[in-house]
């Protein structure tokens, strides 16, 4: 029986609609599902229309004019790329019907993703009805495209400074951190540790710091929205100037230059700060990977969604580096404002900027509730890798630092550094949504005010609530806010006797006697898990007494266990100037099986240098561990795994396995 394909109008038709039942419905289905995807990465609506026409037409037209080019040579050739095409655009449909089905196994899902790929392009080849069906099918595509790109929010070019006039002038950097706790900066003293994070110890110094500041919000979304407009947000408000119109960029945008860098939110009108053309090409670009990598969480069946990018990649230094750049060229009336999403998750930076590769953040995480699962070894350990990271927090502050002071700009300046909500890192507790157990948390972060030409500084105990910074501001200026707002001026009297954190599920309140007294328990278990001082926080564990010791020569092999590396081959060539180290050993128990609890000791070339356990995930037990990187050196390095086990009194230590080797 022969078969006559369709035109090629006809096939850029039917290409179209199952691109869209495949990947462009879906997609739009995914942003109007986020509505601030789009408007706070800028796209106005002209920008919404190109970038969905585009989703839409751009892969179907690039196949069709493909075939037409190859079908000029050979009708047959290009007949049957048309047929390649087919299964490549069911590719997707099949994914989700896998993804229906959910099955154990990647290998049963891509059965289930081939047999919908060969049966429907089998079917439309076959039967001539098929093919009509598709083609009447483009109506529901055409209404997705209209509807998304009418309704979707997004970025306004309109906008109006505010009519006021400061009495002062002085530059202004307001440096946002993401998801830092006050508590993990803390000692049991309740300072700042000067030793772990100097540079925020010096401007605690030199300026104020609010010790017992809250925030608001405890998502960035509504979070810094709050800090720029000294309002608490409501739910179904975006982080959009639309919704947010009266903030800190519409306040000094009459007099002051703006110098803005924003993450999660867009508060600042375009009309006040226009994007040049590289941040537009780095965003468009940063757009559809990011649209990319949500689209394959969405359709991805769980079992094979372990090897696809986390939806959130964390810290980008570009926007970060322009900002610090940018410094040098301040002057009297102008605004630097950075969110720098640090120490947010995923944790893989030291405090000396070195990457450790990407470190998956839910371990230990229940996936529906966001809560921390019982085993208090995974939760410690994501602890310790926040706290490593805010290391790094606190070296990227050292360059504002410096920045401003080497160019004269330091005593005069307005600094505000502040967090826009904690993390809790509890067993059984969530790690990010309020609760009234993790309250102390999440509620109380860092806020550090130095103003102009304040050279002795230290703690303010009085409550203060992130809603004040705009409204502190404002006084420091000598502005009378033209609107009213929550907030009040930190430089005014009063106090707050009750912490109150608007969370997405519900509304977490307790007097600032009990946060003050949460906050100080967890200071005190964070010193005793990792120490104070000297940087310990490698020293986790029961047996810390081997930490630093050699291996002994007659050490006993496990006859019925054995490790194999993941990706060891990383250790054979190491260079320690390069921005990543391999300070990260990880791997699954290949043979046997370590009893539940059971201490690992890590040996880097002879010396045990961290400690760990197995925990239970896809593919079996698994183990990974940070160590020091001054553990590593150039070159070849030798990383061995023992069990920690008793012989008598005596610790006994056995063999599990070793990296590989040099070739």
């Given at each position: 029986?022969?078969v006559?394909?369709p035109?090629f109008r006809l096939?850029?038709?039917?290409l179209?609609?199952?691109?869209?039942?495949?990947?462009?419905?879906?997609v739009f289905?995914?942003?109007?599902?986020n509505?601030e995807?789009?408007a706070?990465?800028?796209?106005?609506?002209?920008g919404?229309?190109?970038f969905?026409?585009s989703?839409?037409?751009?892969p179907p037209?690039?196949?069709?004019?493909?075939?037409?080019?190859v079908?000029r040579?050979?009708r047959?050739v290009?007949?049957?790329?048309?047929?390649v095409?087919?299964?490549?655009?069911?590719?997707?449909?099949?994914?989700?019907v896998?993804?229906l089905?959910?099955?154990r196994?990647?290998d049963?899902?891509?059965?289930?993703v081939?047999a919908t790929c060969?049966?429907?392009a089998t079917?439309y080849v076959?039967?001539?009805?098929?093919?009509?069906f598709v083609s009447?099918?483009?109506?529901?595509?055409v209404?997705?495209l209209?509807?998304?790109?009418?309704t979707v929010?997004v970025a306004t070019?309109e906008?109006e400074?505010?009519?006021?006039?400061a009495?002062s002038?002085p530059p202004?950097?307001l440096?946002?951190?993401?998801e830092?706790?006050?508590?993990?900066?803390?000692?049991?003293e309740?300072?700042?540790?000067?030793?772990?994070?100097?540079n925020?110890?010096r401007i605690?110094?030199?300026g104020t710091w609010?010790?017992?500041?809250?925030?608001?919000?405890?998502f960035?979304t509504s979070?810094v929205?709050?800090?720029?407009t000294?309002?608490?947000?409501?739910?179904v408000?975006l982080p959009t100037?639309?919704?947010?119109?009266?903030?800190?960029?519409?306040?000094?945008?009459a007099?002051?230059?703006?110098?803005?860098?924003?993450s999660?939110?867009?508060l600042?009108p375009?009309?006040?700060?226009p994007r040049?053309?590289?941040?537009?090409?780095?965003?468009?670009?940063?757009?559809y990977?990011?649209?990319?990598?949500?689209?394959?969480?969405?359709?991805?069946?769980h079992?094979?969604?372990a090897?696809?990018?986390?939806t959130?990649?964390?810290?980008?230094?570009?926007p970060?580096?322009?900002?610090?750049?940018?410094?040098?060229?301040a002057?009297?009336?102008?605004l630097?404002f950075v969110?720098l999403?640090?120490?947010?998750?995923?944790?893989?930076?030291?405090?000396?900027?070195h990457?450790?590769?990407?470190?998956?953040?839910?371990?230990?995480l229940e996936?529906?509730s966001?809560a921390?699962?019982?085993?208090s070894?995974?939760v410690e350990q994501?602890?310790?890798r926040?706290?490593?990271q805010v290391g790094y927090?606190d070296s990227?502050?050292?360059r504002v630092?410096?920045?401003?002071?080497e160019?004269g700009?330091?005593?005069?300046?307005?600094?505000i550094v502040?967090?826009d909500?904690?993390?809790?890192?509890r067993?059984?507790?969530?790690?990010r949504s309020?609760?009234?157990e993790?309250l102390?948390?999440?509620a109380?972060?860092?806020?550090i005010i130095k103003?102009?030409?304040?050279?002795r500084?230290?703690?303010?105990?009085?409550?203060a609530r992130t809603?004040d910074v705009l409204?502190?501001i404002?006084?420091v200026?000598?502005?009378?806010?033209?609107?009213?707002v929550?907030?009040?001026?930190?430089l005014?009297p009063g106090?707050?006797?009750?912490?109150v954190?608007?969370?997405?599920?519900d509304?977490?309140?307790a007097?600032v006697?009990?946060?003050?007294?949460?906050q100080r328990?967890a200071v005190r278990?964070?010193?005793?898990?990792?120490?104070?001082g000297a940087?310990?926080l490698?020293?986790?564990?029961?047996h810390?007494?081997?930490l630093?010791?050699?291996t002994?020569?007659d050490?006993?092999?496990?006859?019925?266990?054995?490790?194999?590396?993941?990706?060891?081959?990383?250790f054979?060539?190491?260079?320690?100037?390069?921005r990543?180290?391999p300070t990260?050993?990880s791997?699954?128990?290949?043979?046997?099986e370590v009893v539940?609890?059971?201490?690992?000791?890590?040996?880097?070339?002879?010396?045990i240098?961290?400690?760990?356990?197995?925990?239970r995930a896809?593919g079996g037990q698994?183990?990974?561990?940070l160590?020091?990187?001054?553990?590593?050196?150039?070159?070849?390095n030798r990383?061995d795994v023992?069990?920690?086990g008793?012989?008598?009194?005596?610790?006994?230590?056995?063999?599990?396995g070793?990296s590989p080797?040099?070739?």
């Open positions: 029986m022969s006559e394909l035109s096939r850029a038709v039917h179209v609609v199952l691109w869209a039942y495949g990947v462009s419905q879906p289905s995914l942003l109007e599902g509505p995807f789009l706070v990465r800028g796209l106005t609506r002209t919404v229309i190109v969905g026409l989703l839409v037409l751009v037209l690039i196949a069709v004019a493909l075939e037409w080019l079908a040579v050979s047959v290009g007949n049957v790329l048309h047929v095409f087919l299964l490549l655009f069911l590719i997707p449909v099949g994914l989700q896998a993804k089905v959910e099955p196994t990647p049963t899902a891509l059965l289930i081939w060969v049966g429907g079917a076959m039967f001539r009805l098929v093919r009509l009447f099918a483009l109506v529901l595509p209404i997705g209209i509807t998304f790109v009418v929010p070019e906008a400074a505010a009519p006021v006039h009495m002038d202004i950097v440096l946002v951190l993401d830092l706790p006050a508590s993990s900066l803390m000692t049991r309740a300072e700042i540790d000067e030793v772990r994070y100097p925020f110890a605690a110094r030199d609010y010790r017992n500041a809250t925030a608001v919000h405890d960035s979070a929205p709050s800090i720029l000294g309002e608490l947000s409501r739910e408000e100037y639309s919704d947010h119109p009266r903030n800190l960029f519409t306040l000094l945008g007099t002051y230059e703006l110098r803005v860098h924003e999660w939110t867009r600042c375009l009309a006040l700060c040049g053309l590289g941040a537009q090409l780095r965003q468009a670009d940063d757009l990977e990011d649209v990319g990598v949500a689209f394959l969480h969405k359709v991805l069946p079992s094979m969604i090897s696809v990018p986390p959130f990649t964390g810290y980008d230094e570009e970060f580096d322009e900002f610090v750049d940018e410094l040098p060229e002057h009297r009336a102008t630097h969110h999403l640090l120490p947010h998750a995923p944790w893989h930076l030291l405090p000396s900027g990457a450790y590769g990407f470190s998956d953040s839910s371990e230990g996936y529906f966001g921390w699962n019982r085993d070894w995974l994501a602890y310790q926040h706290l490593l927090a990227l502050l050292g630092l410096r920045s401003l002071e160019n700009l330091y005593d005069q300046a307005l600094v502040v967090a909500h904690g993390a809790s890192f067993p059984g507790v969530p790690r309020v609760t009234r993790n102390a948390d999440i109380g972060v860092p806020l103003y102009p030409q304040q050279h500084g230290g703690a303010d105990t009085r409550p809603i409204p502190t404002a006084d200026l000598g502005l009378r806010l033209p609107w009213q929550r907030g009040r001026s930190l005014e106090t707050a006797r009750e912490v954190v608007h969370g997405k599920d509304v977490v309140r007097p006697s009990e946060l003050v007294r949460e328990v278990r964070k010193s005793a898990l990792f120490g104070e940087d310990s490698y020293r986790i564990g029961e810390t007494e081997l630093g010791t050699r002994p020569d050490v006993h092999r496990s006859t019925t266990t054995r490790v194999r590396f993941e990706e060891g081959d990383r054979v060539d190491v260079h320690t100037a390069s990543f180290l990260r050993v791997g699954i128990v290949e043979v046997g539940r609890g059971t201490e690992l000791a890590i040996a880097v070339n002879g010396r240098v961290a400690l760990g356990q197995c925990f896809v698994i183990f990974r561990v160590v020091p990187e001054s553990s590593l050196r150039d070159g070849y990383v023992f069990e920690i008793t012989s008598g009194s005596a610790q006994r230590l056995v063999w599990l070793s080797g040099p070739r």
